[in-house]
């Protein structure tokens, strides 16, 4: 369970974080949906005791991320938003040294393991820095798989891959909650936010404005959505409440209007466009 209660973090006079607070149940993917400069790997940073918060406070499976750092450390694992492989050793060797590092059991096994959850063992003699994006990327989530956490934060896994890799990356991420671990991810993707995340946050310039299930936060800002040209000819979007309202805007609007079911990026959308007007 991740716990998160008035969380305020500033850089000098930037507030990248104000009074944060959700909580993730157990076996969750969360995702932290948010533009750049949002707060989202400061928070990850956080919890992760790479940063200290300023006030609040952050509880980690029921430990205090200030007051119990080094159990906190035996049961998370992260993957930072810029890769931090070591480029002239072999795939084989990242996990090794990392494997030692961390004191994993049994690591020849684990290895072995974590190597075949990613689909990347037979790669194992290749060099890191010679692998293409989405290879590190996999060998990234192998190294974070190896201790076995219990908590797993990923900032910004499926950054710059291709739409194929991301599935891939998406079912591995899957995989992690299978087995009964709670994933904090950031990410700039809203469809990837749908197809994953059991819940979901907004993060606005250090303000959670939303946080909870896809389908409530879809209800929560109107079930229907029309889609219509205005008189300059740019497409428009209007989140509706009701079908009645929905059909009679459509009606309003001309022919080429069209009504659907409201997306992640409709709420994302209306919710930004709120706070930043
Ligand atoms: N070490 C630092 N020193 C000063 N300011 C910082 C530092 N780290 C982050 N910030 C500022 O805090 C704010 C939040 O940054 P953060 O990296 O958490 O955003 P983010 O949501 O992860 O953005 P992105 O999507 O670009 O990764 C930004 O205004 C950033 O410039
Ligand atoms: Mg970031």
Same mark, same amino acid.
């Given at each position: 369970?991740?716990?998160? +209660?008035?969380?305020?973090?500033? #850089?000098?006079?930037?507030?990248?974080?104000?009074?944060?607070?959700?909580?993730?149940?157990?076996?969750?993917?969360?995702? =932290?949906?948010?533009?750049?400069?949002?707060?989202? $790997? $400061?928070?990850?940073?956080?919890?992760?005791? =790479?940063?200290?918060?300023?006030?609040?406070?952050?509880?980690?499976?029921?430990?205090?991320? =200030?007051?119990? !750092? %080094?159990?906190?450390?035996?049961?998370?694992?992260?993957?930072?938003?810029?890769?931090?492989?070591?480029?002239?050793?072999?795939? #084989?060797?990242?996990? =090794?040294?990392?494997?030692?590092?961390?004191?994993?059991?049994?690591?020849?096994?684990?290895? +072995?393991?974590?190597?075949?959850?990613?689909?990347?063992?037979?790669?194992? %003699?290749?060099?890191?820095?010679?692998?293409?994006?989405?290879?590190?990327?996999?060998?990234?989530?192998?190294?974070?798989?190896?201790?076995?956490?219990?908590?797993?934060?990923?900032?910004?896994?499926?950054?710059?891959? %291709? !739409?194929?890799?991301?599935?891939?990356?998406?079912?591995?991420?899957?995989?992690?909650?299978?087995?009964?671990?709670?994933?904090?991810?950031?990410?700039? #993707?809203?469809?990837?936010?749908?197809?994953?995340?059991?819940?979901?946050?907004?993060?606005?310039?250090?303000?959670?404005?939303?946080?909870?299930?896809?389908?409530?936060?879809?209800?929560?800002?109107?079930?229907?959505?029309?889609? #219509?040209?205005?008189?300059?000819?740019?497409?428009?979007?209007?989140?509706?409440? @009701?079908?009645?309202?929905?059909?009679?805007?459509?009606?309003?609007?001309?022919?080429?209007?069209?009504?659907?079911? @409201?997306?992640?990026?409709?709420?994302?959308?209306?919710? @930004?466009? +709120?706070?930043?007007?």
């Amino acid at each position: 369970m991740i716990e998160v +209660e008035a969380v305020t973090k500033r #850089y000098g006079s930037i507030c990248a974080l104000d009074n944060v607070s959700f909580t993730v149940p157990d076996g969750q993917i969360v995702g =932290l949906l948010g533009p750049n400069g949002a707060g989202k $790997t $400061t928070l990850v940073k956080i919890a992760t005791l =790479l940063t200290r918060m300023d006030s609040g406070s952050c509880r980690l499976n029921g430990m205090d991320v =200030l007051r119990q !750092p %080094d159990a906190i450390r035996k049961i998370i694992g992260v993957v930072p938003q810029t890769t931090n492989l070591d480029r002239e050793l072999t795939v #084989y060797e990242n996990l =090794l040294v990392y494997g030692k590092l961390h004191k994993v059991r049994k690591l020849k096994e684990q290895i +072995e393991r974590a190597m075949q959850g990613v689909d990347i063992w037979e790669r194992r %003699d290749a060099v890191a820095g010679n692998l293409s994006g989405g290879l590190q990327r996999r060998l990234l989530l192998a190294r974070v798989l190896l201790s076995e956490p219990e908590i797993i934060f990923l900032d910004e896994p499926s950054i710059g891959l %291709d !739409p194929q890799i991301r599935q891939q990356l998406w079912n591995i991420i899957r995989g992690m909650r299978r087995a009964g671990r709670t994933v904090f991810m950031t990410t700039h #993707y809203i469809q990837e936010a749908e197809a994953l995340c059991d819940c979901v946050g907004i993060l606005l310039k250090g303000h959670l404005i939303t946080i909870g299930t896809p389908e409530a936060l879809r209800a929560s800002a109107g079930g229907q959505v029309v889609d #219509y040209f205005d008189s300059a000819g740019a497409l428009q979007h209007q989140i509706c409440h @009701t079908r009645a309202e929905a059909s009679e805007l459509a009606h309003q609007r001309g022919p080429a209007a069209s009504i659907r079911d @409201t997306n992640l990026e409709d709420v994302f959308l209306a919710l @930004t466009h +709120e706070r930043m007007s």
